[in-house]
């Protein structure tokens, strides 16, 4: 499970949802993947007075869904992918 800190939702206008979106960087051959929407996360208006530090969490399976490079979905097995920072 992988959990995602984003550095903080400006204080307002109040969102009430942030969206987190992910692509694929294949560097040996110099192509991405499409990009698609991974979650929805309520943030229910906490950046209205106040920067605010929003932390959710997905797995493997959540981050591969709908992902494509050259036409092809990412490995089932996430040892199989090669992934790097």
Same mark, same amino acid.
């Given at each position: 499970?992988? #959990? $995602?800190? /984003?550095?903080?939702?400006? %204080?307002?206008?109040? =969102?009430?949802?942030? *969206? #987190?979106?992910?692509?694929?960087?294949?560097?040996? #051959?110099?192509?991405?993947? &499409? *990009?698609?929407? /991974?979650?929805? /996360?309520?943030? &229910?208006?906490? =950046?209205? &007075? *106040?920067? #605010? *530090?929003? +932390? $959710?969490? /997905? +797995?493997?399976?959540?981050? +591969? %869904?709908?992902? %494509?490079? $050259?036409?092809?979905?990412?490995?089932? &097995?996430?040892?199989?992918?090669?992934?790097?920072?």
């Amino acid at each position: 499970m992988a #959990a $995602f800190p /984003v550095p903080y939702l400006p %204080k307002g206008p109040a =969102n009430n949802t942030l *969206e #987190a979106y992910t692509n694929y960087s294949c560097t040996d #051959a110099g192509k991405a993947s &499409n *990009e698609v929407l /991974v979650k929805t /996360v309520s943030v &229910n208006g906490k =950046n209205l &007075n *106040e920067d #605010a *530090e929003i +932390i $959710f969490s /997905v +797995i493997y399976v959540d981050l +591969i %869904k709908n992902l %494509k490079i $050259f036409t092809v979905p990412l490995p089932a &097995n996430e040892l199989l992918a090669k992934i790097s920072d």
